[in-house]
């Protein structure tokens, strides 16, 4: 069994400050992928937690019966807890506290399935722009393909130094307020944006300002990607901020979750 990387040299520490992003080739052991795909794949088959709004289309209106073209899953160890209990979360965990200090702890986990043939683009966002308005974060995001990541399935690409400005404005992909997936108002400069295929058992860390984009899946094969999310506690620290593009959403997953909070 391949170590992954349970730390940073200073230089890929640096790396990280001055670029907003860094990729691994090397943080899960593969075998660790193999009972990831088989978890993970069990959980879209399932739709787990759609009935309490944890599954969705993130691109889509998300009416039943329609095919969901990019599918979510927020909080995948609810529904199967020994995502909890994986080597790489220890892993993640140590470089995250790398990167952002000593407070960090794990602060949710979320699946993003690209079907076959029809999985489209995740459009360029900020991951704060999904977040309470107020708050103030320290906060990245792990990106774990479960198989490889290519420029034909939809691996990741950022802006370097984006992660120093502010939050942009956003809005719902198509301007259609039923979509959960957030997409900035006025997109980067794509000369600027680097490409990071990577070898199943890679990861990419990117920090919550740092501007990403993930390509359509044009393969006849799923891309499957583990998202896991690490930061210090968020403070209050930005009172009065608004984030409109959130307050006009009403997506059908909101719907589900305020029903389900209401039984
Ligand atoms: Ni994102």
Request: net charge negative.
């Amino acid at each position: 069994m391949s170590p992954g990387t349970t730390s940073l040299s200073e230089a890929q520490i640096a790396q990280f400050q001055t670029q907003g992003y860094l990729a691994l080739n090397s943080l899960v052991a593969l075998e660790e992928i193999a009972r990831m795909r088989t978890m993970y794949d069990g959980l879209f088959e399932t739709k787990a937690g759609r009935d309490v709004g944890d599954h969705f289309d993130l691109a889509g209106a998300d009416e039943e019966g329609a095919p969901a073209v990019l599918q979510q899953i927020l909080n995948p160890s609810r529904y199967a807890p020994a995502f909890g209990e994986l080597a790489c979360v220890q892993s993640a965990l140590r470089i995250a506290t790398q990167l952002l200090g000593p407070e960090t702890e794990a602060q949710g986990n979320h699946a993003i399935l690209k079907p076959a043939g029809m999985g489209v683009a995740t459009p360029w966002h900020q991951d704060e722009a999904y977040w309470e308005p107020e708050l103030q974060y320290n906060a990245l995001s792990v990106w774990i393909p479960l198989q490889d990541a290519t420029l034909e399935n939809g691996c990741m690409h950022f802006i370097p130094g984006s992660h120093r400005g502010e939050v942009l404005p956003h809005h719902p992909i198509n301007h259609d307020p039923r979509v959960h997936g957030l997409e900035v108002d006025n997109a980067p400069d794509e000369s600027r944006a680097v490409a990071c295929p990577l070898p199943a058992g890679g990861a990419t860390f990117h920090l919550a300002r740092t501007f990403h984009y993930a390509g359509e899946n044009k393969t006849d094969q799923p891309r499957r990607a583990y998202i896991m999310m690490f930061g210090t506690p968020p403070q209050p620290g930005n009172k009065g901020r608004r984030f409109p593009w959130l307050e006009a959403r009403q997506t059908a997953r909101d719907a589900r979750a305020d029903q389900f909070a209401k039984q």
